[in-house]
DNA sequence: TAGATTGTTAATCGATTAACAATC
DNA sequence: TAGATTGTTAATCGATTAACAATC
């Protein structure tokens, strides 16, 4: 199955299908085509068409899609019906923010266990995971077969840790410390540098303000 | 000056330069080559060239590029030597990570209010400034030359909330809700969908297992 | 001056869009 | 069957990489 490469550009917009496709599913809309869904999602019908043929033909000539029929197969391709343990490491308050949040349990991403090197948070409790020291870590991600960790922690520490989960056989990491990590082939990376994200958005704001000042 | 439009490819890149400069810098490192910093960042020379010179010409033919000339000067250009007030919509977890999170103020974003619907919350204190209830927000807005809103809210009550920042002058949302906003033109959108990422590094992880799955 | 490295043009690659035959 | 809309091939567009003349 799934024979040829699937770039990234292709990936990074199967979530937004996905979600648009949950909420026509919960309106209760049960066929779309991929006229109608281009005018909802602002994208080319032809980039709709093409993007969902990668991963094989889930419509019908004529008709056009089934919503829920196609949002299951987006859920299957994403792998959202597979369960993943992940731990936090860093319990400050994007850690704890990111613990509390309910919804990544509904996608199969199940919240195991919470570290942190501050003696002062270690024991407290966020959703009834209490926080470790981060001593501990290794033994447990051995042990509670630990498929990803979060990492919300300061860039100066953020490499070594990392180092010290791919050891101990992490599958993955969703990096929000400021910084590029370096991992070995086949172990996932997915970055959310917030200050990036922001400074582009600082670009955007002044170029605007500049061109508007124009003539 | 900057007469032609600047691709959204290469302004996403900016911040990442920025920061390998930076880091540079702080090292007391004086010039670099393109050749010795595509070995670092792990992009090509050429991409480096081609992007820094979409702004002019930074470099010095034998020479390279000065690391604190170029940090400056990408600085500039991201605007980070302007400065912009901003709110925060959502006081919870994420709201208050985001509020607490000091590095900001060092690229001149200027924390000024934060506002939300729940009446225990509000009063209630994120580094100096007290939440408010929703109420207030478009006079504050009006009031106190607010440049950027950061939603963090549910998605339900984003796309209004949006709105009526727009009709009392907003510049820019980052928005953290999982929901598309549609805003006229002129305002700047940046979105961090958590869960979209998330679900990104689900796939990566799933294809990943399968292909080392197979012969 | 000779060597190094930029700035920039040209070539390539990949992603997006358009078009249309296949088919429901 | 006729109409609609997919699946897919071909054309276009834009972004990346390669090459090299300009120049410090």
Do not use: C
Request: net charge negative; glycine share 10%.
């Amino acid at each position: 199955m799934e024979a040829k490469e699937i770039s990234q550009a292709v990936v990074g917009r199967l979530p937004r299908y996905f979600r648009y496709l949950g909420e026509l599913k919960d309106e209760g809309v049960e066929r779309i085509s991929s006229q109608e869904l281009s005018e909802l999602m602002k994208v080319t019908a032809s980039q709709i068409r093409q993007d969902f043929n990668n991963f094989g033909g889930f419509g019908q000539q004529g008709y056009g899609y089934n919503v829920e029929f196609l949002y299951k197969e987006i859920g299957r391709i994403l792998g959202l019906e597979n369960k993943h343990n992940f731990i936090i490491i860093g319990a400050g308050n994007l850690g704890r923010a990111l613990g509390n949040y309910m919804n990544f349990e509904r996608r199969g991403f199940i919240f195991k266990g919470m570290f942190d090197k501050n003696p002062e948070l270690i024991g407290s409790d966020v959703r009834g995971i209490k926080v470790m020291p981060m001593e501990e870590m290794e033994r447990f991600v051995r042990e509670n077969d630990i498929d990803i960790a979060i990492l919300t922690i300061p860039k100066t520490s953020a490499v070594e840790v990392a180092d010290r989960l791919v050891q101990n056989g992490i599958r993955a990491i969703w990096n929000f410390a400021h910084v590029d990590l370096n991992v070995p082939d086949g172990i996932q990376v997915e970055n959310v540098h917030l200050s990036d994200s922001l400074m582009k958005l600082s670009y955007n704001i002044n170029r605007y303000m500049k061109e508007s000042n124009k003539d």
